[in-house]
């Protein structure tokens, strides 16, 4: 398969003009633990964005900082270019320091302010040794039916060598001594906490409307000398261990991806630690034999450096656990507003089915303030019409319950020709995406995998269907994945077409991704790794060339992560002639905006609220001639060189002045939400100006009425 430019090309600028990548990402999450400081959020919602934090954090580790400590101690060569300069083991120190002050921060905003604040509204955290009579009974009932059964504990000696211990699972290890009969009279043992079992088990609370919770890590640790009969227990510390878990499949063969994918599966509880979370009060002869036994770096204060990959936790670990009490029913004051999605504009006044409702003109959605319904109606039609002979569609992510992956099983056991691209490698979905290739693979379905070294990273779906003497073909394609789930949590966009180009290029890419067919001359669809990358330079500089001319131009991108040097090198001779650049990053930027002479005309916007910003737009030129465009792509090397994607276009009117005229301009107006980046890599919260309304893009856009796509268009007509 042909690719684009080898993505290694070293920058023709200095390091100094670029924002390292994953210090970016760091200062991403900290704008996610600002969301749960600010008390203007409610207070459920705050403790949320504290379990994102950890879990963000979590996959952070096991991805990007394992990946740099096979860089830096020599286990693997780099895979992108770092144009900052920084080498593996700077960014590695630089990553550490940064996060020990962050998880610190974090977990002061736990004890400060919304533990006091959980304890107002009769949220009780008790402890094991507090509890009265009847709560007593109550826990050691839980633990003699729910938790004794399942817990094994592990002595630690010549006859039992230690176990590996579970990635991200939580462990009590315990130091023993026994002063008299058979067995060693000093021991190290551990318990695994079971993940089966709630984390937070309630009691009663004794007050009327209160609820009361005991860690499930402060019973078991209670009842350690029945587990350990015969031995005294001396100290115990909980911890917990974080490993490499990124599923590296390039430069491998296999005849069968599939199985290759579940042995790795296998693999991932095993990696080389990389993290370990430990009570801040552990007893250090324990941290010290468990850090030791793992090979990581640090725990000792005495460090030079002071680099250390051990954080010592005041307070529970794995803050993940408060998904528990957010997902509590009967608290829906203490958490945002529920909200009904709209029907999407140009469905709303139809009789026929949604096929004819596409034919008669395109169709834009916006998730989740409008509903994702229709894409699941338009696969699940599908299905069920007979005038559909054949369905396509790529899966990235799912949902548990997918009802597309059903309904491409159903229409295949009713004779339709399906198939159905899986991505097998989507970061830890691998083990939906096996089950649902499996259960697909049954019924029926043309189930392929993609390419063995890129991940099919698109989001297309397209119908074949009999209509009079011939046949015609509908498109939907989209930013976002298939999955109604985070279809209500993410904000994204989708286009529905019926246009014939449209639709040859969508089956060139299917015949692309399952038959390695090469050779189509794309007319509407720009796809990586073959086009993408140099056309969005093309873009940038057509735009450049633009202002030197003196004509108006503009560049507007709105995504998740601005990485790749090269179009950072592109935007940065933009401004220099003079281009005015709006981007709008949810998370890594690695382009330093506002620098003298270098980047004065680029503004830089990151958006933290109540839904994941996941939508990718991009705009060149001015309003009157600007090119709109929708993509499954970040500007990031992976997207461009390792990944097949679609940037593709809004080419109808009324949609195009819908993203330009309300979309966009809503965006760039958010002050309050939004937070601005500076030159030296910082974030600054916009607040409005003196005389200035408040803005708030994400409740704007809830707030907006669904207007008919004929009404706004005339609307858009008339300015």
């Known amino acids: 398969m042909a690719t684009a430019m080898d993505d290694a090309a070293e920058s023709s600028l200095g390091p100094e003009c670029f924002l390292n990548r994953e210090l970016s990402w760091l200062e991403f999450n900290l704008r996610v633990l600002e969301e749960a400081e600010n008390p203007d959020n409610p207070l459920l919602e705050r403790l949320k964005f504290l379990a994102i934090f950890s879990s963000n954090l979590d996959e952070f580790f096991m991805v990007r900082v394992a990946g740099l400590r096979e860089q830096a101690f020599g286990e693997s060569a780099p895979q992108d270019y770092a144009p900052d300069g920084l080498s593996a083991m700077t960014q590695i120190k630089a990553i550490a320091k940064r996060t020990q002050d962050l998880v610190a921060r974090q977990y002061r905003c736990l004890r400060q302010s919304l533990a006091p604040a959980l304890e107002a509204e009769g949220f009780r955290l008790l402890q094991y040794e507090t509890l009265q009579g009847g709560q007593r009974e109550q826990v050691d009932r839980f633990f003699r039916e729910r938790a004794l059964p399942i817990l094994t504990p592990m002595a630690i000696d010549p006859a039992h060598p230690s176990p590996r211990y579970h990635n991200r699972g939580l462990y009590l290890g315990v130091m023993l001594h026994r002063s008299e009969g058979l067995g060693p009279k000093q021991m190290f043992a551990v318990v695994q906490v079971p993940q089966v079992l709630p984390r937070m088990v309630p009691v009663d609370g004794g007050e009327p409307g209160t609820k009361s919770y005991v860690l499930l890590e402060d019973i078991v640790s209670a009842r350690l000398p029945e587990l350990f009969g015969g031995f005294e227990v001396q100290s115990w510390t909980a911890f917990r261990i974080t490993r490499d878990s990124d599923l590296e499949l ?51 204060e005495s460090q030079a450096d002071g680099y250390s990959e051990v954080y010592r936790i005041d307070g529970p670990l794995d803050l993940t656990a408060i998904w528990e009490l957010y997902r509590l029913p009967d608290y829906e004051r203490l958490r945002d507003k529920p909200f009904t999605p709209r029907v999407p504009r140009g469905l709303e006044r139809r009789g026929g089915d949604i096929f004819s409702a596409i034919a008669q003109r ?41 009802p597309i992956s059903r309904a491409l099983i159903a229409a295949a056991e009713s004779g339709k020709h399906v198939t159905a691209l899986v991505e097998l490698k989507a970061r830890f979905d691998e083990a939906n995406n096996v089950s649902w290739a499996r259960q697909m693979e049954r019924a029926g379905v043309h189930v392929v995998f993609g390419f063995l070294d890129l991940k099919t990273h698109c989001k297309v779906s397209l119908v074949v269907r009999q209509e009079g003497q011939g046949l015609k073909r509908y498109v939907h394609l989209g930013t976002g994945n298939y999955n109604p789930t985070t279809a209500l949590l993410y904000t994204d966009l989708g286009l529905f077409t019926a246009d014939e180009a449209v639709a040859e290029d969508a089956s060139a890419l299917f015949n692309l991704l399952t038959g390695y067919s090469q050779g189509h001359a794309w007319q509407r669809l ?35 992560a601005l990485v790749d040097h090269r179009v ?85 009117p009324e949609l195009s002045s819908r993203i330009l005229r309300e979309i966009v301009p809503t965006y760039l ?23 200035q309304p408040p803005r708030r893009c994400q409740y704007e856009f809830l707030e907006q009425r669904s207007v008919p796509v004929g009404d706004a268009a005339e609307a858009a007509a008339a300015g």
Request: charged share 30%.
């Open 250 to 300: 390039l430069e491998q063969e296999s005849d069968d991806m599939l199985k290759l994918i579940e042995d790795r599966l296998k693999a991932r509880q095993r990696g080389q630690a990389v993290r370990i979370e430990i009570a801040s009060k552990a007893d250090d002869a324990i941290a010290r034999m468990i850090i030791d036994e793992e090979g990581l770096q640090g725990g000792d």
């Open 362 to 402: 395109d169709i834009l959605l916006h998730h989740p303030y409008e509903s994702f319904d229709p894409v699941v109606e338009f696969v699940t039609s599908a299905a069920a019409d007979p005038r559909v002979l054949a369905i396509k569609q790529t899966l990235y992510r799912t949902s548990g319950d997918s």
């Open 526 to 560: 720009i796809v990586a790794p073959n086009d993408l990358h140099r056309r969005t330079l093309e873009l940038i500089d057509e735009q450049a060339r633009r202002a030197r001319e003196g004509k108006p131009s503009r560049i507007f991108a709105k995504l998740n």
């Open 568 to 652: 950072i090198e592109s935007l940065y001779r933009a401004s220099q002639a003079g281009v005015p650049i709006d981007i709008i990053a949810r998370g890594i930027c690695c382009l330093r905006p506002g620098v003298p002479g270098l980047s004065e005309t680029i503004r830089v916007r990151s958006i933290v609220d109540r839904f994941l910003e996941h939508s990718r737009l991009y705009v060149f030129g001015p309003d009157e001639e600007a090119e709109v465009f929708l993509s499954s792509a970040d500007w990031m090397p992976r997207n461009f060189f390792r990944r097949v994607e679609v940037m593709f276009p809004v080419s109808a």
């Open 669 to 691: 107006a958010d002050n309050t939400r939004a937070r601005r980046l500076e030159c030296d890599g910082s974030f600054r919260m916009s607040r409005p100006e003196e005389g």
